[in-house]
């Protein structure tokens, strides 16, 4: 136990708990919205596509958060109208976007010189190596996301519940609906160098999926994906930190752990069975 309490002394160590605390809360958040809107697929190829803007960063010696998040927007930008509108069939789209993004990040990850481990921090993660200035942009984007959501709350329920709806009562749902998708690619950019290209996704939607089997309320959805997601965080540092694992890794194996119990454990499962 001593040598756990000395683990924590660390200012390193310090600055990943903190980290963890608001990446949870921005990615709880933002993965309840995928999660009730049911476009998980959109988040995929946001966070590949951003995954592919870092490592592009990484290649031309640019900002890496800046770079993905300019990716992100750009999948955004492709991904809106297509699910907005039903030009294509979304999956198709996604599919190529998402196949596209990632055929990128390869090739970008392959053209990187001498800092190629550089890219692999940026595919598994590196949390416990974030800096002061990371810390700052997670502490930014995780207090626009809760102002958005207070300030908005009824009008972003309506879109995601139904935007046709949400038309019908008068609320502008493409507005708030291209929102939800910058603010997810904001989070997911600011995410990435924390929890991995690959495992972001996880990290948003696991925690975000896991409070959706323990409550049909909305706002009791917002608060358990956070803790959910901060607790998966924290846990995963833990066992980075014990067991000298990637941290990227720990945490989203943590987050699905608690997926698995609460879907084993969902009164709406036991009430679905009741019906049937």
């Known amino acids: 136990m001593s040598e756990l309490m000395e683990l924590f002394q660390y200012s390193f160590l310090q600055r990943a708990l903190i980290a963890c605390l608001l990446a949870g809360i921005a990615c709880g958040v933002v993965g309840a919205w995928i999660v009730v809107m049911k476009i998980s697929f959109i988040g995929v190829a946001v966070s590949?596509?951003?995954?592919?803007?870092?490592?592009?960063?990484?290649?031309?010696?640019?900002?890496?958060?800046?770079?993905s998040?300019?990716?992100?927007?750009?999948?955004?930008?492709?991904?809106?109208?297509?699910?907005?509108?039903?030009?294509?069939?979304?999956?198709?789209?996604?599919?190529?976007?998402?196949?596209?993004?990632?055929?990128?990040?390869?090739?970008?990850?392959?053209?990187?010189?001498?800092?190629?481990?550089?890219?692999?921090?940026?595919?598994?993660g590196s949390v416990l190596t974030v800096s002061t200035g990371d810390v700052s942009l997670l502490a930014l984007t995780a207090a626009i996301v809760i102002l958005i959501t207070i300030l908005f709350y009824k009008e972003l329920q309506s879109v995601i519940f139904n935007r046709e709806l949400a038309?019908?009562?008068?609320?502008?749902?493409?507005?708030?609906?291209?929102?939800?998708?910058?603010?997810?690619?904001?989070?997911v950019s600011t995410t990435l160098k924390s929890v991995g290209g690959l495992l972001v996704f996880a990290f948003i939607i696991n925690p975000a999926a896991s409070a959706y089997q323990i409550t049909f309320s909305l706002k009791k959805m917002y608060g358990l994906s956070v803790l959910f997601a901060v607790v998966s965080g924290w846990l995963g540092i833990l066992a980075a930190s014990l067991f000298n694992v990637p941290a990227g890794a720990s945490i989203?194996?943590?987050?699905s752990l608690i997926f698995t119990l609460s879907a084993i454990f969902s009164p709406k499962r036991k009430l679905n069975e009741k019906q049937e």
């Open 48 to 67: 590949h596509a951003a995954f592919a803007g870092g490592l592009l960063a990484l290649l031309i010696g640019q900002p890496v958060v800046l770079i």
């Open 69 to 124: 998040f300019l990716f992100s927007l750009i999948a955004c930008a492709v991904l809106g109208p297509i699910s907005d509108r039903g030009q294509l069939h979304p999956e198709t789209s996604i599919g190529i976007l998402f196949s596209s993004t990632l055929g990128l990040a390869f090739l970008f990850m392959g053209m990187l010189p001498e800092g190629r481990s550089q890219g692999l921090n940026l595919l598994w």
């Open 167 to 187: 038309r019908a009562a008068g609320i502008a749902a493409a507005p708030f609906f291209y929102l939800l998708l910058f603010l997810t690619g904001a989070t």
């Open 252 to 255: 989203v194996l943590v987050s």
